[in-house]
């Protein structure tokens, strides 16, 4: 079982930067791929980005390719998630989960969630 806390979330202006943290306990955190999502108020929650469990590969959302990376500490049991050049359309609660692979991009096939941090981006 992986308990998942994020942090980091807030204000900011079209064209700057936050960095996300997500960080989870329970002694199996480097076994799990880990991935970030998000939703946007009356949207479905969407996929944005992956990393293996050692943080060799990872997988992101073409809508945020080249702006968001993705890198975790598995010696601190946390997962981080640099967002620069931030835009408007990047408004949601911001998610992290653990699942079985970095391949995977659906909702249904992570196990375990946090509860999500706001981001907003003022134009």
Known sequence: QVQLVESGGG???AGGSLRLSCA????????????????????EREFVAAS???????????SV???F?????????????QMDSL????????YCAAG????L???????YWGQGTQVTVSS
Request: charged share 20%.
């Open 87 to 94: 835009k408007p359309e990047d408004t949601a609660v911001y």
């Open 24 to 43: 989870a306990s329970g002694r199996t955190f480097s076994r799990y791929a880990m991935g970030w999502f998000r939703q946007a108020p009356g949207a």
């Open 11 to 13: 204000l900011v202006q």
């Open 100 to 103: 079985a692979s970095w391949r």
């Open 69 to 81: 990376t993705i890198s975790r500490d598995n010696a601190k049991n946390t997962v981080f998630l």
């Open 52 to 62: 293996s469990w050692n943080g060799g590969s990872t997988n992101y959302a073409d």
């Open 105 to 111: 991009s659906r909702v249904y096939e992570y196990a």
């Open 65 to 67: 390719k080249g702006r």
